[in-house]
């Protein structure tokens, strides 16, 4: 099955997203691909003392400590990035946290490719990509590995994330870090928008990264030695997707009210909000019942995934599955097959799976 979060990448540096398909040497304006949510103000007593940073739909929850001359730009499950304005408190740049969908292959074929099981090997190996330092890192509670990095090759494409395509452009001059999180290898990248500025700019992003803390919604830690078994993890899609008895069909779990779903809060909340507005069962974009129901499911660590497939194979769910911290498992967001922008958390996920 394919895995829908792939790895995480904070990055605050000088990325820029651009959804256009022109090559690498194409010199495109250098804009965020305007695809995901806003999050949440930051609340601070002045624009350069700590304010409060809270995701709303990022995964895992993140929280920290900024200024609330930062913006929280984006907040979605596999998309989160605030901005620094340039001002008198520093220039222009990013913290950006991503999990990327794909990744530009520079062995020749430039073609875009899903990312490497080990992200670290990649960054070491990027013909494009300078690695000035290399060290352990631990953010929030998540280990792994610290990169310096420095662009040397002109305007190209780096990695594609549910907002667009994000590109590398010369002179650019970056932190990226990969941390081995729930899902996968997360990414943590910092820099400015320009690179001539990465020390100016790391001395006031530095601290914002050190605040952040990472807690999964409704999971157990991150070391939990408990693992999610095939039955328990099919057990759990079952009840989201029941069999009438009486009836002789399948059929959504909130088709007949939210109280009966084994979901986590933060999924019920989002469910909540928009349930008025959808005429449909959302965890199974449809209207109808159906004669058939097929699961795959597949154990990652305490929680696992599930493929679902439902009238006639006609419809095709990713359905993301995590250990409550009384140990009990939730489906905490459902997309469609192999489409991470479809997530629930998405206004791409309030509508029926494109054909």
Same mark, same amino acid.
């Given at each position: 099955m394919h895995k829908l979060l792939l790895g995480l990448l904070i990055l605050v540096a000088a990325l820029t997203a651009s959804c256009g398909d022109d090559d690498d040497g194409g010199g495109s304006e250098a804009t965020t691909a305007p695809a995901s949510a806003t999050g949440a103000a930051i609340v601070s007593p002045a624009p350069d003392e700590p304010g409060e940073i809270t995701s709303s739909r990022f995964s895992p929850a993140l929280t920290g400590e900024a200024p609330s001359v930062w913006e929280i730009q984006d907040d979605l499950p596999t998309l989160f990035r605030m901005e620094h304005p340039a001002d008198a408190t520093g220039p222009l740049g990013s913290i950006f946290l991503a999990y990327p969908v794909s990744v530009w292959s520079y062995d020749g074929s430039g073609m875009n490719v899903e990312p490497? $099981? @080990?992200? =670290?090997a990649w960054v070491r190996g990027h013909p494009r990509l300078v690695v000035v330092a290399e060290s352990p890192i631990t953010i929030g509670g998540l280990a792994g590995t610290h990169f310096e990095v420095e662009s040397n090759a002109g305007d190209y494409k780096l990695f594609d994330d549910v907002g667009g395509t994000i590109r590398v452009f010369d002179g650019d001059h970056f932190i990226l870090d990969i941390l081995n999180a729930q @899902?996968? $290898?997360? /990414? #943590?990248? #910092? %820099?400015? =928008? *320009? %690179? *001539? /500025?990465f020390d100016e700019f790391i001395a006031i992003a530095q601290p914002v990264v050190d605040s952040l803390e990472f807690t999964p919604a409704n999971l157990t830690a991150a070391d939990s030695t408990v693992s999610a078994t095939e039955a328990e993890l099919t057990a759990v899609v079952e009840a989201t997707y029941p069999y009438s008895v009486e009836n002789g069909y399948y059929y959504s779990c909130d088709g007949i %009210?939210? $109280?009966?779903c084994p979901i986590t809060e933060r999924l019920r909340s989002r469910l909540e909000a928009v349930d008025e507005t959808v005429n449909a069962a959302l965890l199974c974009r449809c209207q109808d019942v159906s004669n058939d129901r097929v699961i795959a499911v597949t154990p990652t660590g305490p929680g696992g995934s599930a493929a679902v497939s439902m009238f006639g194979g006609t419809l095709q769910l990713e359905v993301s599955i995590i250990r409550a911290n009384d140990g009990q498992l939730l489906v905490d967001d459902v997309a469609c097959a192999s489409r991470p922008e479809t997530s629930l958390y998405s206004d791409a996920g309030l509508g029926a799976c494109p054909e």
């Open positions: 490497p $099981e @080990d992200l =670290a @899902d996968g $290898e997360l /990414f #943590v990248k #910092v %820099g400015p =928008a *320009q %690179g *001539q /500025f %009210g939210l $109280e009966t």
